[in-house]
C-alpha cells in the first residue's frame, strides 16, 4: 500500500540522529520545560519572523489557549471556516463563544474574505483564519477588515508550517499563529504536540502561565490555566525534523508540480493562488466520482483521503447553531468532491508515477501498470 504519509520510511532515514537525541533526553532525566524546548521555540519564532514562540501540547490547545489569551467567551462571537479540521471550531464552543461560520472560495478552499463583513456583529471579537492544506489565506483582505472593525485574528496555520503569503511566513500575521505537530503534519512530532507564535510580549507573557497551571512561581497560580506543555522528548524529536522542513516542503512542492503536470487533463487539481508559497500538506484533486475512485485506488494499494466528508456547520456537536444544508454552498460541494492523494517527502517518483497511471486508468486514458 502507498500510504499518505510514510512515517516508517521517514524514521528509518533520520533513525540514528533521532535515537541519539531521544537517549539524550532520558539521560538527562529533564522531561518538561527544559532546554530542547527551549531551544524548538527559539528555532521556529526565528524561522517565522515574530518575536515569541511557546511550546503547548498540541494544535488544538494552541487555539484555545490564544482564544483565552484574548479573554473571548460567553456572549463573544469568532468567525471562522465550516471546512476544517473539527478543532477549529471546537475550541471556540469550548471557551463558550459561538463560531460564526462563512463560506469558502472555491478554488483555495479557504475562507472567502468577501463574506465575512456580512457577518459581523457587535458581538464579534476575532477572526480564526484558517490556511488550508498548506495553502495561505488572503490575509490583506482579513487583515483590512480586522482593522476596520477592530477584531482579534487568530492564524489557524496547523496544515501550512513554511507556507509564505507575499513573501512573508504564515503565522507572523495574527495577533497569533498557531502550528500543529501532530505526526502527519509537514513538521511531526512522535506525538502530540503544538506551537504558538507572536509578536506581542504581553500575550506570551499570559500565554506561558496559562499553559502551566496559571503560574509562573511553583503553587503559586494567578490565572485559571491548564497543562499545556510541549514535552522534552517531543521537542528534541521536532528540532531534528524542523532542519529538514524546508528541504521537505520544497520535495511536496516538485511532487504536487508532478501530479498538477500530469493530471490536469484528467482530474480537477489544486489552484496555487498568486503570491503565495503552498506547501501541500495536502495534495486534494476534485471528481464528482470521488468515492468510485477511491474505491478503485484502495484496490491498487494506493491510500487516499476525503477532507472533509462532513463540513462543520453541520456536524450534530453544532446543530444547535442552527445552519442546514444550503447555507455554505462551496463548502457542501468541495465534501463530495475532493479526494487527498498521497503526498510526502519520502514518496518516490516509482510510486507517484504509478498513482498518475492508476487514476488516469480509471478516467480510461491509458492503462495502469501493476508497481513492482
Not at 532546554?35 to 521555540?41: D, I, T
Not at 471528481?287 to 468510485?292: E, I, P, W, Y
Request: hydrophobic share 35%; net charge negative; aromatic share 8%.
Amino acid at each position: 500500500m502507498i500510504p499518505l504519509v510514510d512515517l516508517k520510511t521517514e524514521y528509518e532515514t533520520l533513525k540514528n540522529e533521532l535515537n541519539q537525541v531521544i537517549q539524550e533526553v532520558l539521560e538527562s532525566s529533564c522531561f518538561i520545560l527544559g532546554p530542547n524546548g527551549g531551544k524548538l521555540e527559539k528555532e521556529i519564532s526565528q524561522y517565522i519572523g515574530v518575536a515569541h514562540g511557546l511550546g503547548v501540547a498540541n494544535g488544538t490547545d494552541a487555539l484555545l489557549l490564544c482564544l483565552e489569551a484574548l479573554n473571548i467567551g460567553s456572549g463573544d462571537e469568532v468567525i471562522t471556516t465550516p471546512f476544517t479540521f473539527f478543532s477549529t471550531a471546537e475550541v471556540i464552543a469550548r471557551v463558550g463563544a459561538t463560531p460564526v461560520f462563512v463560506d469558502i472560495d472555491p478554488k483555495t478552499y479557504n475562507m472567502n474574505p468577501d463574506l465575512i463583513e456580512s457577518v459581523i456583529t457587535e458581538k464579534t471579537k476575532a477572526i480564526m483564519v484558517v490556511h488550508l492544506f498548506g495553502q495561505p489565506a488572503d490575509m490583506d483582505t482579513i487583515l483590512a477588515i480586522s482593522r476596520k472593525h477592530n477584531l482579534r485574528v487568530i492564524e489557524d496555520a496547523c496544515q501550512s508550517i513554511g507556507a509564505s503569503y507575499r513573501g512573508k511566513k504564515i503565522g507572523s500575521f495574527g495577533d497569533f499563529g498557531c502550528f500543529s505537530f501532530f505526526p502527519s503534519k509537514n513538521l511531526g512530532a512522535y506525538g502530540d504536540g503544538g506551537m504558538i507564535v507572536t509578536n506581542n510580549g504581553d500575550l506570551y507573557r499570559k500565554l506561558k502561565l496559562l499553559r502551566n497551571h496559571g503560574s509562573s512561581e511553583r503553587y503559586v497560580h494567578t490565572h485559571i490555566g491548564l497543562n499545556s506543555r510541549l514535552d522534552e522528548i517531543q521537542a528534541a524529536i521536532l528540532s531534528v525534523k524542523f532542519k529538514r522542513l524546508d528541504e521537505w516542503n520544497n520535495r511536496r512542492k516538485e511532487l504536487a508540480g508532478e501530479y498538477s503536470l500530469k493530471l490536469a487533463e484528467t482530474v480537477q487539481v489544486p489552484v496555487e493562488a498568486d503570491e503565495r508559497e503552498h506547501v501541500f500538506h495536502q495534495y486534494c484533486i476534485e471528481t464528482n466520482q470521488q468515492d468510485q475512485l477511491a474505491h478503485f485506488l484502495k484496490q491498487k494499494e494506493i491510500a487516499t483521503g476525503i477532507y472533509y466528508p462532513i463540513p462543520l456547520h453541520l456536524q450534530k456537536a453544532f446543530s444547535h447553531l442552527g445552519y442546514k444544508n444550503g447555507h455554505f454552498p462551496v463548502s457542501e460541494r468541495c465534501t463530495k468532491r475532493i479526494l487527498a492523494l498521497p503526498i510526502n517527502p519520502m514518496m518516490t517518483q516509482k510510486q507517484q508515477d504509478y498513482i498518475i497511471a492508476a487514476i488516469k486508468e480509471y478516467f480510461g486514458d491509458q492503462p495502469c501498470h501493476q508497481l513492482k
